[in-house]
């Protein structure tokens, strides 16, 4: 199982994206998806993560600006990014953790924000 994700992209200060992260097949026992970011030289942060209850939790430089949803259905986790800033510029990655199978890494997609 691979997830995919797709969404990033180039937006100046105040824009939106929209990050999807899509699973190839079904991923049993999924307790939390999570998304993460990078910056070179820096270690990779939490930005948001639900868990398999649907509680949700966020970063405090994302909060109110962020938010994380998911589709069961379509095996699709989402990451809704307003307000965007030019230190959310990143890649971001997205993490499935199964209590069976341990955690899925997307390969990862590029955020560039312009001031």
């Known amino acids: 199982v691979q997830l995919v994700e797709s969404g990033g992209g180039s937006v100046q200060t105040g824009g939106s994206l929209r990050l999807s992260c899509a699973a190839s097949g079904s991923i049993d026992n999924v307790v939390s998806m999570g998304w993460y970011r990078h910056v070179p030289g820096n270690q990779r942060e939490l930005v948001a993560i639900i868990s398999s209850s649907g509680s949700t939790a966020y970063a405090s430089s994302v909060r109110g600006r962020f938010t994380i949803s998911r589709d069961n259905p379509k095996n699709t986790v989402y990451l809704q990014m307003n307000q965007l800033k030019p230190e959310d510029t990143a890649v971001y990655y997205c993490?499935?953790?199964?209590?069976?199978?341990?955690?899925?890494w997307g390969q990862g997609t590029q955020v560039t924000v312009s001031s």
């Open positions: 993490k499935w953790t199964s209590s069976r199978t341990g955690d899925y």
